[in-house]
């Protein structure tokens, strides 16, 4: 006969990450604490219902007791962790916004002329697809020009069409 599964002062938490989870990791690691101690099921069976081996399945609630007592920090999502980044997300826009003084203005920007500039600011080289990935993560994009002009007048534009001489 296994030993009862402890734990009973993380079920509050537990039930109200079961009520709030968005992802399904978040869903078994509420199962994980919650079967065993309101079903009564033991880490075998618990394993099986939330999908994940015996030992993963212990691991969860170890973590998550840990994380209950404030012993360790929540996991996080993987996209939330920019392991290669070369800047954080607020020094990435204070210097686009040191760089792109002019483009705020109306200015045309050209990366490439931009790219040793925001080298010189990170302190290490990049890519070229680095900066426009960094440009497009801080809500900058490429504006291509129309093909009429705003306040022109499509009636006289189509006659000009039928009426210009062929070459």
């Not at 402890?6 to 869903?27: D, M």
């Not at 065993?36 to 394993?47: F, N, R, V």
Request: net charge positive.
């Amino acid at each position: 006969m296994a030993r009862p599964a402890g734990g009973v002062e993380h079920v509050v938490a537990a039930r109200e990450l079961l009520r709030s989870a968005k992802t399904a990791e978040e869903l078994r690691r509420a199962q994980a604490v919650l079967l065993p101690l309101d079903l009564g099921l033991s880490l075998e069976q618990t394993a099986r219902a939330i999908g994940r081996s015996v030992n993963a399945t212990c691991a969860i609630r170890t973590r998550f007791a840990k994380v209950a007592e404030g012993v360790m920090a929540p996991p996080q999502a993987k996209t939330a962790l920019r392991n290669h980044a070369l800047a954080d997300l607020e020094r990435e826009a204070s210097i686009l916004d040191e760089v792109l003084a002019d483009a705020q203005k109306g200015g045309i920007v050209v990366i490439p002329q931009l790219k040793p500039l925001i080298e010189e600011k990170v302190g290490k080289p990049m890519a070229l697809s680095t900066v426009y990935r960094m440009l497009a993560r801080h809500g900058w994009r490429k504006l291509a020009p129309d093909t009429y002009h705003p306040q022109g007048d499509a009636e006289r534009r189509e006659v000009w069409k039928k009426n210009c001489p062929k070459p």
